[in-house]
Protein backbone atom coordinates (compact mmCIF):
# COMPACT_ATOMS: atom_id res chain seq x y z
CA UNK A 1 0.00 0.00 0.00
CA UNK A 2 2.74 2.00 1.23
CA UNK A 3 5.42 1.19 -2.08
CA UNK A 4 1.99 1.96 -4.43
CA UNK A 5 1.16 5.48 -2.79
CA UNK A 6 5.05 6.21 -3.28
CA UNK A 7 4.66 5.04 -6.58
CA UNK A 8 1.59 7.31 -7.55
CA UNK A 9 3.21 9.99 -5.83
CA UNK A 10 6.70 9.47 -8.07
CA UNK A 11 4.67 9.67 -11.18
CA UNK A 12 2.71 12.98 -9.87
CA UNK A 13 6.44 14.15 -9.70
CA UNK A 14 7.33 12.84 -13.35
CA UNK A 15 4.42 14.55 -15.10
CA UNK A 16 4.67 17.48 -13.17
CA UNK A 17 8.44 17.95 -14.09
CA UNK A 18 7.41 16.22 -17.30
CA UNK A 19 6.85 19.82 -20.28
CA UNK A 20 3.58 19.38 -21.80
CA UNK A 21 4.47 20.54 -24.78
CA UNK A 22 8.45 20.07 -25.82
CA UNK A 23 9.99 20.64 -29.15
CA UNK A 24 13.80 19.79 -30.14
CA UNK A 25 15.60 20.65 -33.10
CA UNK A 26 12.55 21.24 -35.52
CA UNK A 27 13.50 21.91 -39.36
CA UNK A 28 11.39 22.48 -41.87
CA UNK A 29 12.22 24.05 -45.61
CA UNK A 30 10.12 25.05 -48.70
CA UNK A 31 12.09 24.62 -51.90
CA UNK A 32 15.70 26.13 -50.95
CA UNK A 33 13.99 28.22 -48.31
CA UNK A 34 14.92 27.03 -44.75
CA UNK A 35 12.00 27.98 -42.43
CA UNK A 36 12.69 26.24 -39.70
CA UNK A 37 16.51 25.49 -38.14
CA UNK A 38 16.35 23.83 -35.08
CA UNK A 39 13.81 25.28 -32.70
CA UNK A 40 13.76 24.70 -29.24
CA UNK A 41 10.77 24.88 -27.25
CA UNK A 42 9.13 23.89 -23.64
CA UNK A 43 6.03 24.73 -22.04
CA UNK A 44 5.06 23.71 -19.01
CA UNK A 45 1.70 22.60 -18.15
CA UNK A 46 -1.36 25.35 -17.40
CA UNK A 47 1.59 28.11 -18.95
CA UNK A 48 1.08 30.47 -21.69
CA UNK A 49 3.97 31.35 -23.90
CA UNK A 50 4.17 33.88 -26.53
CA UNK A 51 5.81 33.36 -29.58
CA UNK A 52 7.37 36.31 -31.18
CA UNK A 53 9.24 37.10 -34.39
CA UNK A 54 9.36 38.98 -37.56
CA UNK A 55 6.93 37.78 -40.92
CA UNK A 56 8.10 34.60 -42.25
CA UNK A 57 10.61 34.18 -39.31
CA UNK A 58 8.73 30.58 -38.72
CA UNK A 59 6.07 31.08 -36.01
CA UNK A 60 3.28 29.45 -38.02
CA UNK A 61 5.07 26.92 -39.18
CA UNK A 62 6.18 25.92 -35.40
CA UNK A 63 2.44 25.94 -34.72
CA UNK A 64 0.95 24.09 -37.72
CA UNK A 65 4.12 21.56 -37.20
CA UNK A 66 2.93 20.84 -33.50
CA UNK A 67 -0.91 20.83 -34.69
CA UNK A 68 0.22 18.38 -37.15
CA UNK A 69 -0.79 20.55 -40.29
CA UNK A 70 2.99 20.64 -41.73
CA UNK A 71 5.15 17.52 -41.47
CA UNK A 72 8.60 18.40 -40.30
CA UNK A 73 11.64 17.41 -41.67
CA UNK A 74 13.56 16.28 -38.75
CA UNK A 75 12.71 17.17 -35.23
CA UNK A 76 10.79 15.81 -32.21
CA UNK A 77 7.74 16.64 -31.21
CA UNK A 78 6.92 15.83 -27.77
CA UNK A 79 3.02 16.04 -25.95
CA UNK A 80 2.64 14.52 -22.36
CA UNK A 81 5.88 13.22 -22.82
CA UNK A 82 5.63 11.32 -26.31
CA UNK A 83 6.80 12.22 -29.53
CA UNK A 84 3.87 12.96 -31.62
CA UNK A 85 5.84 11.93 -34.91
CA UNK A 86 6.45 8.87 -34.19
CA UNK A 87 2.74 8.19 -32.86
CA UNK A 88 -0.09 6.04 -35.39
CA UNK A 89 -2.48 8.18 -36.89
CA UNK A 90 -5.16 7.54 -34.44
CA UNK A 91 -2.85 7.94 -31.70
CA UNK A 92 -2.17 11.38 -33.40
CA UNK A 93 -5.91 11.97 -33.86
CA UNK A 94 -6.56 11.38 -30.27
CA UNK A 95 -3.76 13.82 -29.51
CA UNK A 96 -5.15 16.61 -31.75
CA UNK A 97 -8.68 15.63 -30.36
CA UNK A 98 -7.12 17.57 -27.14
CA UNK A 99 -5.60 20.55 -28.89
CA UNK A 100 -8.13 24.29 -29.76
CA UNK A 101 -6.71 26.38 -31.70
CA UNK A 102 -7.93 29.84 -33.04
CA UNK A 103 -6.96 30.78 -36.39
CA UNK A 104 -5.62 34.75 -37.07
CA UNK A 105 -8.55 35.24 -39.53
CA UNK A 106 -10.90 33.56 -37.37
CA UNK A 107 -11.12 30.59 -40.22
CA UNK A 108 -15.16 30.08 -39.59
CA UNK A 109 -17.38 28.48 -41.62
CA UNK A 110 -19.03 30.67 -43.93
CA UNK A 111 -21.65 27.68 -44.87
CA UNK A 112 -22.68 26.79 -40.81
CA UNK A 113 -24.36 29.07 -38.47
CA UNK A 114 -22.31 30.84 -35.78
CA UNK A 115 -23.72 27.73 -33.04
CA UNK A 116 -22.94 24.62 -35.52
CA UNK A 117 -19.13 26.31 -35.69
CA UNK A 118 -19.04 26.75 -32.26
CA UNK A 119 -19.54 23.52 -31.47
CA UNK A 120 -18.49 21.61 -34.71
CA UNK A 121 -15.88 19.60 -32.87
CA UNK A 122 -18.42 18.30 -30.35
CA UNK A 123 -20.63 17.53 -33.66
CA UNK A 124 -18.04 16.26 -35.27
CA UNK A 125 -17.05 13.29 -32.22
CA UNK A 126 -20.58 12.52 -31.83
CA UNK A 127 -20.52 14.16 -28.23
CA UNK A 128 -23.56 16.00 -28.30
CA UNK A 129 -27.15 15.96 -30.11
CA UNK A 130 -28.07 19.06 -32.32
CA UNK A 131 -30.26 20.19 -30.04
CA UNK A 132 -27.81 20.28 -27.09
CA UNK A 133 -25.13 21.56 -29.62
CA UNK A 134 -27.42 24.89 -29.74
CA UNK A 135 -28.13 24.94 -25.68
CA UNK A 136 -23.96 24.59 -25.26
CA UNK A 137 -23.32 27.42 -28.14
CA UNK A 138 -25.24 29.57 -26.42
CA UNK A 139 -23.35 28.88 -23.07
CA UNK A 140 -20.27 29.25 -24.72
CA UNK A 141 -21.02 32.36 -26.21
CA UNK A 142 -21.64 33.47 -23.06
CA UNK A 143 -18.56 32.73 -21.77
CA UNK A 144 -16.89 34.78 -24.74
CA UNK A 145 -19.23 38.13 -23.95
CA UNK A 146 -21.70 36.87 -26.61
CA UNK A 147 -25.17 36.99 -26.57
CA UNK A 148 -27.28 33.45 -27.33
CA UNK A 149 -29.35 34.81 -29.96
CA UNK A 150 -25.34 35.29 -31.61
CA UNK A 151 -25.21 31.87 -32.30
CA UNK A 152 -28.14 32.27 -34.75
CA UNK A 153 -26.64 34.65 -37.13
CA UNK A 154 -24.09 33.76 -39.70
CA UNK A 155 -20.16 34.70 -39.62
CA UNK A 156 -20.66 36.93 -41.99
CA UNK A 157 -23.13 38.48 -40.47
CA UNK A 158 -20.62 39.43 -37.31
CA UNK A 159 -18.15 42.33 -36.92
CA UNK A 160 -14.32 41.57 -36.96
CA UNK A 161 -14.36 41.51 -32.81
CA UNK A 162 -17.13 39.58 -32.57
CA UNK A 163 -15.54 36.92 -35.17
CA UNK A 164 -13.03 36.83 -32.93
CA UNK A 165 -15.18 36.07 -30.15
CA UNK A 166 -16.59 32.86 -31.93
CA UNK A 167 -13.28 32.10 -33.15
CA UNK A 168 -12.11 31.54 -29.19
CA UNK A 169 -15.45 30.02 -28.46
CA UNK A 170 -15.00 27.31 -30.92
CA UNK A 171 -11.65 26.69 -30.15
CA UNK A 172 -12.51 26.59 -26.00
CA UNK A 173 -15.92 24.65 -26.90
CA UNK A 174 -14.10 21.16 -26.76
CA UNK A 175 -12.42 21.84 -23.31
CA UNK A 176 -8.86 21.21 -24.67
CA UNK A 177 -5.82 20.74 -22.84
CA UNK A 178 -3.55 22.82 -25.23
CA UNK A 179 -4.99 25.95 -26.77
CA UNK A 180 -2.84 27.59 -29.65
CA UNK A 181 -3.59 31.04 -30.77
CA UNK A 182 -2.62 32.97 -34.14
CA UNK A 183 -2.34 36.43 -33.59
CA UNK A 184 -5.48 36.59 -31.86
CA UNK A 185 -5.42 40.52 -32.00
CA UNK A 186 -4.77 41.45 -35.64
CA UNK A 187 -6.97 43.31 -37.46
CA UNK A 188 -8.80 44.70 -34.03
CA UNK A 189 -8.28 48.25 -32.54
CA UNK A 190 -6.91 48.28 -29.14
CA UNK A 191 -10.03 48.36 -26.70
CA UNK A 192 -11.14 45.23 -28.42
CA UNK A 193 -7.67 43.79 -28.63
CA UNK A 194 -7.08 43.63 -25.03
CA UNK A 195 -11.06 42.52 -24.57
CA UNK A 196 -9.72 39.51 -26.75
CA UNK A 197 -6.61 39.39 -24.91
CA UNK A 198 -8.87 39.33 -21.14
CA UNK A 199 -10.95 36.45 -22.69
CA UNK A 200 -7.77 34.39 -23.36
CA UNK A 201 -6.71 34.79 -20.52
CA UNK A 202 -9.90 34.02 -18.29
CA UNK A 203 -10.35 30.86 -21.30
CA UNK A 204 -7.05 29.79 -20.54
CA UNK A 205 -6.87 29.97 -16.43
CA UNK A 206 -10.68 28.49 -16.31
CA UNK A 207 -9.47 25.38 -18.56
CA UNK A 208 -6.40 25.27 -16.93
CA UNK A 209 -4.91 24.39 -20.33
CA UNK A 210 -1.64 25.23 -22.16
CA UNK A 211 -1.55 27.80 -24.43
CA UNK A 212 0.87 28.91 -27.10
CA UNK A 213 0.07 32.36 -28.88
CA UNK A 214 1.96 33.98 -31.63
CA UNK A 215 1.56 37.65 -31.83
CA UNK A 216 3.26 40.99 -33.19
CA UNK A 217 1.44 43.08 -30.47
CA UNK A 218 3.60 43.25 -27.46
CA UNK A 219 1.06 44.84 -25.35
CA UNK A 220 -0.89 41.89 -26.04
CA UNK A 221 1.75 39.22 -25.70
CA UNK A 222 2.53 40.79 -22.17
CA UNK A 223 -1.27 40.39 -21.15
CA UNK A 224 -1.57 37.10 -22.44
CA UNK A 225 1.95 35.49 -21.81
CA UNK A 226 3.61 33.94 -18.72
CA UNK A 227 6.69 33.77 -21.07
CA UNK A 228 8.01 34.58 -24.10
CA UNK A 229 10.48 33.43 -26.77
CA UNK A 230 11.53 35.19 -29.85
CA UNK A 231 11.78 33.31 -32.86
CA UNK A 232 14.31 34.78 -35.90
CA UNK A 233 15.59 32.98 -39.12
CA UNK A 234 13.95 30.12 -37.80
CA UNK A 235 15.58 29.90 -34.66
CA UNK A 236 14.61 30.31 -31.15
CA UNK A 237 17.01 33.33 -29.81
CA UNK A 238 15.46 34.47 -27.07
CA UNK A 239 13.28 32.78 -24.00
CA UNK A 240 12.40 34.72 -20.94
CA UNK A 241 8.98 36.24 -19.28
CA UNK A 242 6.70 38.17 -21.06
CA UNK A 243 6.40 40.91 -18.72
CA UNK A 244 10.12 41.87 -19.48
CA UNK A 245 9.83 42.65 -23.16
CA UNK A 246 11.06 46.01 -23.81
CA UNK A 247 13.73 45.90 -21.51
CA UNK A 248 15.07 42.27 -21.83
CA UNK A 249 18.54 43.16 -22.10
CA UNK A 250 18.59 41.43 -25.65
CA UNK A 251 19.23 43.77 -28.34
CA UNK A 252 17.42 41.54 -30.80
CA UNK A 253 14.06 41.13 -28.77
CA UNK A 254 14.31 45.01 -27.54
CA UNK A 255 14.60 46.19 -30.86
CA UNK A 256 11.38 43.91 -31.78
CA UNK A 257 9.38 44.35 -28.98
CA UNK A 258 10.27 48.61 -29.23
CA UNK A 259 9.78 48.48 -32.79
CA UNK A 260 13.22 50.42 -33.61
CA UNK A 261 14.02 50.69 -37.24
CA UNK A 262 18.24 50.06 -36.19
CA UNK A 263 19.34 46.81 -34.44
CA UNK A 264 20.57 43.64 -35.07
CA UNK A 265 17.89 42.76 -37.07
CA UNK A 266 17.75 43.96 -40.35
CA UNK A 267 14.91 44.30 -42.81
CA UNK A 268 15.78 42.19 -45.89
CA UNK A 269 14.56 44.18 -48.71
CA UNK A 270 14.33 42.59 -52.65
CA UNK A 271 15.41 44.91 -55.05
CA UNK B 1 25.71 23.98 -79.78
CA UNK B 2 24.75 21.19 -77.26
CA UNK B 3 23.08 23.22 -75.28
CA UNK B 4 21.04 24.36 -78.14
CA UNK B 5 19.65 20.85 -78.86
CA UNK B 6 19.58 19.65 -75.28
CA UNK B 7 17.45 22.81 -73.95
CA UNK B 8 14.10 22.28 -75.83
CA UNK B 9 14.66 18.19 -74.68
CA UNK B 10 15.07 19.45 -71.44
CA UNK B 11 11.89 21.71 -71.06
CA UNK B 12 9.75 18.73 -73.24
CA UNK B 13 11.36 16.19 -69.74
CA UNK B 14 10.21 19.09 -67.50
CA UNK B 15 6.70 19.55 -69.12
CA UNK B 16 6.12 15.76 -69.27
CA UNK B 17 7.51 15.29 -65.61
CA UNK B 18 5.50 17.92 -64.38
CA UNK B 19 2.21 16.62 -66.09
CA UNK B 20 3.08 13.23 -64.55
CA UNK B 21 3.28 14.72 -61.36
CA UNK B 22 -0.13 16.95 -61.43
CA UNK B 23 -1.70 13.38 -63.41
CA UNK B 24 -0.46 11.35 -60.63
CA UNK B 25 -1.46 13.88 -57.68
CA UNK B 26 -5.34 13.53 -59.25
CA UNK B 27 -5.37 10.39 -59.00
CA UNK B 28 -4.33 9.82 -55.65
CA UNK B 29 -6.67 12.24 -54.58
CA UNK B 30 -9.26 10.60 -56.49
CA UNK B 31 -8.86 7.35 -54.72
CA UNK B 32 -8.69 9.11 -51.16
CA UNK B 33 -11.96 11.02 -52.09
CA UNK B 34 -13.64 7.35 -52.91
CA UNK B 35 -12.72 5.59 -50.07
CA UNK B 36 -14.12 8.12 -48.07
CA UNK B 37 -16.66 7.59 -49.85
CA UNK B 38 -17.01 4.07 -48.92
CA UNK B 39 -15.63 4.32 -45.40
CA UNK B 40 -17.84 5.64 -42.12
CA UNK B 41 -18.38 7.99 -40.48
CA UNK B 42 -20.85 9.81 -43.40
CA UNK B 43 -21.64 12.98 -43.72
CA UNK B 44 -25.46 12.70 -45.20
CA UNK B 45 -26.40 16.14 -44.62
CA UNK B 46 -23.56 16.99 -46.80
CA UNK B 47 -24.40 14.79 -49.58
CA UNK B 48 -27.92 15.99 -49.51
CA UNK B 49 -27.17 19.38 -49.58
CA UNK B 50 -24.05 18.50 -52.43
CA UNK B 51 -26.94 16.19 -54.51
CA UNK B 52 -29.62 18.81 -54.27
CA UNK B 53 -27.16 22.05 -55.57
CA UNK B 54 -26.71 19.68 -58.29
CA UNK B 55 -29.40 17.43 -59.17
CA UNK B 56 -32.13 20.36 -58.24
CA UNK B 57 -30.82 23.67 -58.79
CA UNK B 58 -29.03 22.81 -62.10
CA UNK B 59 -32.44 21.25 -63.50
CA UNK B 60 -33.39 24.58 -65.15
CA UNK B 61 -30.27 25.08 -67.21
CA UNK B 62 -29.63 21.20 -67.93
CA UNK B 63 -33.58 20.63 -69.33
CA UNK B 64 -33.33 23.94 -71.49
CA UNK B 65 -30.06 22.83 -72.90
CA UNK B 66 -32.31 19.60 -73.84
CA UNK B 67 -35.20 20.61 -74.76
CA UNK B 68 -33.49 22.89 -77.34
CA UNK B 69 -31.00 20.40 -78.45
CA UNK B 70 -34.25 18.02 -79.18
CA UNK B 71 -35.56 20.84 -81.55
CA UNK B 72 -32.37 21.46 -83.25
CA UNK B 73 -32.08 17.87 -84.40
CA UNK B 74 -35.30 17.35 -85.57
CA UNK B 75 -34.79 20.68 -87.69
CA UNK B 76 -31.44 19.95 -88.82
CA UNK B 77 -32.16 16.25 -89.30
CA UNK B 78 -35.29 17.02 -91.37
CA UNK B 79 -33.66 19.33 -93.43
CA UNK B 80 -30.91 16.88 -94.26
CA UNK B 81 -32.66 13.86 -94.21
CA UNK B 82 -34.92 15.40 -96.82
CA UNK B 83 -32.26 15.12 -99.55
CA UNK B 84 -32.60 11.55 -99.57
CA UNK B 85 -36.17 11.26 -98.47
CA UNK B 86 -35.42 9.95 -95.24
CA UNK B 87 -37.34 12.27 -93.50
CA UNK B 88 -39.34 9.23 -91.44
CA UNK B 89 -36.09 8.22 -89.33
CA UNK B 90 -36.11 11.84 -87.63
CA UNK B 91 -37.59 10.39 -84.45
CA UNK B 92 -35.30 7.23 -83.87
CA UNK B 93 -32.15 9.69 -84.98
CA UNK B 94 -33.49 12.30 -82.19
CA UNK B 95 -33.46 9.68 -79.48
CA UNK B 96 -30.37 7.77 -80.28
CA UNK B 97 -28.47 10.87 -80.77
CA UNK B 98 -29.48 12.20 -77.14
CA UNK B 99 -29.54 9.37 -74.97
CA UNK B 100 -26.34 7.92 -76.61
CA UNK B 101 -24.38 11.04 -76.69
CA UNK B 102 -26.06 14.62 -76.45
CA UNK B 103 -27.81 14.03 -73.33
CA UNK B 104 -25.10 13.07 -71.15
CA UNK B 105 -22.63 14.96 -72.63
CA UNK B 106 -24.83 18.49 -72.93
CA UNK B 107 -25.79 18.15 -69.45
CA UNK B 108 -22.43 17.00 -68.46
CA UNK B 109 -20.79 20.62 -69.86
CA UNK B 110 -23.44 22.24 -68.38
CA UNK B 111 -23.37 21.17 -64.80
CA UNK B 112 -19.27 21.42 -65.45
CA UNK B 113 -19.67 25.21 -65.97
CA UNK B 114 -22.09 25.49 -62.97
CA UNK B 115 -21.17 23.06 -60.72
CA UNK B 116 -17.71 22.25 -61.23
CA UNK B 117 -16.96 26.01 -60.41
CA UNK B 118 -18.73 26.48 -57.39
CA UNK B 119 -16.97 23.69 -55.85
CA UNK B 120 -13.46 24.66 -56.76
CA UNK B 121 -14.14 27.96 -55.51
CA UNK B 122 -15.89 27.27 -52.24
CA UNK B 123 -13.14 24.78 -51.36
CA UNK B 124 -10.56 27.44 -52.84
CA UNK B 125 -11.81 29.86 -50.68
CA UNK B 126 -11.54 27.40 -47.74
CA UNK B 127 -8.27 26.19 -48.12
CA UNK B 128 -7.18 30.33 -48.32
CA UNK B 129 -8.99 31.69 -45.48
CA UNK B 130 -7.50 28.43 -43.32
CA UNK B 131 -10.85 26.36 -43.26
CA UNK B 132 -9.43 23.48 -44.30
CA UNK B 133 -6.77 23.63 -41.62
CA UNK B 134 -9.73 24.77 -39.16
CA UNK B 135 -11.12 21.28 -40.32
CA UNK B 136 -8.10 19.18 -39.35
CA UNK B 137 -7.76 21.09 -36.08
CA UNK B 138 -11.73 19.98 -35.16
CA UNK B 139 -10.91 16.45 -35.47
CA UNK B 140 -12.63 16.39 -38.93
CA UNK B 141 -10.80 14.90 -42.10
CA UNK B 142 -11.40 17.63 -44.81
CA UNK B 143 -11.10 14.90 -47.55
CA UNK B 144 -14.40 12.73 -46.10
CA UNK B 145 -15.82 16.11 -45.30
CA UNK B 146 -15.49 18.28 -48.13
CA UNK B 147 -14.51 15.72 -50.63
CA UNK B 148 -16.44 12.43 -50.27
CA UNK B 149 -20.24 13.69 -50.16
CA UNK B 150 -19.41 16.12 -53.10
CA UNK B 151 -18.19 13.30 -54.86
CA UNK B 152 -21.38 10.47 -54.41
CA UNK B 153 -23.87 13.02 -54.41
CA UNK B 154 -22.51 14.09 -58.34
CA UNK B 155 -22.09 10.01 -59.17
CA UNK B 156 -25.60 9.81 -58.70
CA UNK B 157 -27.19 13.33 -59.80
CA UNK B 158 -25.76 13.11 -62.94
CA UNK B 159 -27.43 9.95 -64.31
CA UNK B 160 -31.13 11.57 -63.07
CA UNK B 161 -30.19 14.77 -64.55
CA UNK B 162 -29.55 13.02 -67.83
CA UNK B 163 -32.35 10.97 -67.61
CA UNK B 164 -34.59 14.17 -67.31
CA UNK B 165 -32.78 15.31 -70.07
CA UNK B 166 -33.69 12.38 -72.37
CA UNK B 167 -36.80 12.75 -71.60
CA UNK B 168 -37.02 16.61 -72.17
CA UNK B 169 -34.87 16.85 -75.60
CA UNK B 170 -37.27 13.93 -77.26
CA UNK B 171 -39.83 16.25 -76.43
CA UNK B 172 -38.17 19.15 -78.16
CA UNK B 173 -37.85 16.58 -80.92
CA UNK B 174 -41.47 15.47 -80.79
CA UNK B 175 -42.84 19.54 -80.48
CA UNK B 176 -40.68 20.33 -83.87
CA UNK B 177 -41.72 16.89 -85.22
CA UNK B 178 -45.37 17.40 -84.84
CA UNK B 179 -46.65 20.80 -84.96
CA UNK B 180 -43.90 22.44 -87.47
CA UNK B 181 -42.98 19.46 -89.56
CA UNK B 182 -46.01 17.86 -89.92
CA UNK B 183 -45.64 14.28 -88.39
CA UNK B 184 -48.80 12.46 -87.35
CA UNK B 185 -47.76 12.36 -83.07
CA UNK B 186 -48.66 8.67 -82.52
CA UNK B 187 -46.47 7.82 -85.49
CA UNK B 188 -43.48 10.13 -84.35
CA UNK B 189 -43.98 8.64 -80.50
CA UNK B 190 -44.38 4.82 -82.24
CA UNK B 191 -41.04 5.64 -84.32
CA UNK B 192 -39.00 7.23 -81.77
CA UNK B 193 -39.68 4.14 -79.38
CA UNK B 194 -39.38 1.28 -81.84
CA UNK B 195 -35.57 2.31 -82.91
CA UNK B 196 -34.62 2.94 -79.15
CA UNK B 197 -32.51 -0.20 -77.44
CA UNK B 198 -31.89 -0.20 -73.78
CA UNK B 199 -28.34 -0.40 -74.48
CA UNK B 200 -28.38 3.14 -75.59
CA UNK B 201 -30.18 4.73 -72.28
CA UNK B 202 -27.77 2.74 -70.20
CA UNK B 203 -25.17 3.67 -71.79
CA UNK B 204 -25.50 6.98 -71.73
CA UNK B 205 -26.50 6.73 -67.96
CA UNK B 206 -23.39 4.86 -67.30
CA UNK B 207 -21.56 7.68 -69.30
CA UNK B 208 -23.51 10.88 -66.93
CA UNK B 209 -22.28 8.76 -63.57
CA UNK B 210 -18.59 9.10 -64.75
CA UNK B 211 -18.70 12.30 -65.92
CA UNK B 212 -20.46 13.47 -62.59
CA UNK B 213 -17.66 11.84 -60.81
CA UNK B 214 -15.02 13.65 -63.90
CA UNK B 215 -16.73 16.88 -62.40
CA UNK B 216 -17.03 16.96 -58.76
CA UNK B 217 -13.33 15.61 -58.85
CA UNK B 218 -11.96 18.25 -60.89
CA UNK B 219 -13.56 20.91 -58.96
CA UNK B 220 -13.16 19.77 -55.31
CA UNK B 221 -9.06 18.69 -56.31
CA UNK B 222 -8.51 22.48 -58.18
CA UNK B 223 -9.83 24.15 -54.78
CA UNK B 224 -8.36 22.13 -52.67
CA UNK B 225 -4.83 22.21 -53.79
CA UNK B 226 -5.37 26.38 -54.94
CA UNK B 227 -3.15 28.79 -53.18
CA UNK B 228 -2.43 32.64 -53.47
CA UNK B 229 -5.36 34.13 -52.47
CA UNK B 230 -8.45 35.38 -54.52
CA UNK B 231 -6.10 34.91 -57.72
CA UNK B 232 -5.59 31.20 -56.59
CA UNK B 233 -9.28 30.64 -56.00
CA UNK B 234 -10.08 32.42 -59.87
CA UNK B 235 -7.76 29.78 -61.41
CA UNK B 236 -8.70 26.83 -59.36
CA UNK B 237 -12.26 27.80 -60.74
CA UNK B 238 -11.07 28.16 -64.50
CA UNK B 239 -8.99 24.95 -64.04
CA UNK B 240 -11.87 22.95 -62.57
CA UNK B 241 -14.17 24.09 -65.67
CA UNK B 242 -11.60 23.56 -68.34
CA UNK B 243 -10.53 20.27 -67.18
CA UNK B 244 -13.92 19.13 -66.43
CA UNK B 245 -14.84 19.71 -69.84
CA UNK B 246 -12.20 18.38 -71.94
CA UNK B 247 -11.52 14.90 -69.53
CA UNK B 248 -15.52 14.68 -70.41
CA UNK B 249 -15.22 14.97 -73.71
CA UNK B 250 -12.04 12.51 -74.04
CA UNK B 251 -13.98 10.03 -71.84
CA UNK B 252 -16.79 10.52 -73.93
CA UNK B 253 -15.17 8.87 -76.79
CA UNK B 254 -12.92 6.32 -74.84
CA UNK B 255 -16.64 4.87 -73.64
CA UNK B 256 -18.51 5.05 -76.66
CA UNK B 257 -15.63 2.62 -78.25
CA UNK B 258 -15.99 0.53 -74.96
CA UNK B 259 -19.88 0.43 -75.37
CA UNK B 260 -20.31 0.35 -79.42
CA UNK B 261 -17.22 -0.25 -80.99
CA UNK B 262 -18.00 -3.77 -82.78
Known amino acids: MTEAMAATGRDRAVAAATPKIRVRGLHKAFGPKQVLDGVDLEVLQGHSLVILGGSGSGKSVTIKCILGLIQPDAGVIEIDGQDVLKMKRREREAVADRIGMLFQNGALFDSLPVWENVCFKLLAQKRLTRAAARDKAAEVLEQVGLAASVGELWPAELSGGMQKRVALARAIAAQPDIIFFDEPTTGLDPIMGAVIDGLI ?59 EREGPIQMELRR | ?131 IDALTTLSTNPMKYLVAPRLLAAIIALPLLVLVADILGVMGGWLIGTFKLGFVSAAYLKSTFDYLQTQDVVSGLVKAAVFGFIIALMGTWCGYRSKGGAQGVGGATTSAVVAASILILALDYILTEIFFAQ
Open chain 1, 201 to 259: VDCVKRLGATAISITHDMASARRIGDSAAMIHKGRIVWTGEARSLGHTGNAMVDQFANG
Open chain 2, 1 to 131: MVALLLDPLAAIGRATLGACRVAGDAALFALEGLSHVLRPPFHFRLFWRAFLEIAWFSLPVVALTAVFTGMVLALQSFTGFARFNAQSAIASVVVISLTRELGPVLAALMVAGRIGASFAAEIGTMRVTDQ
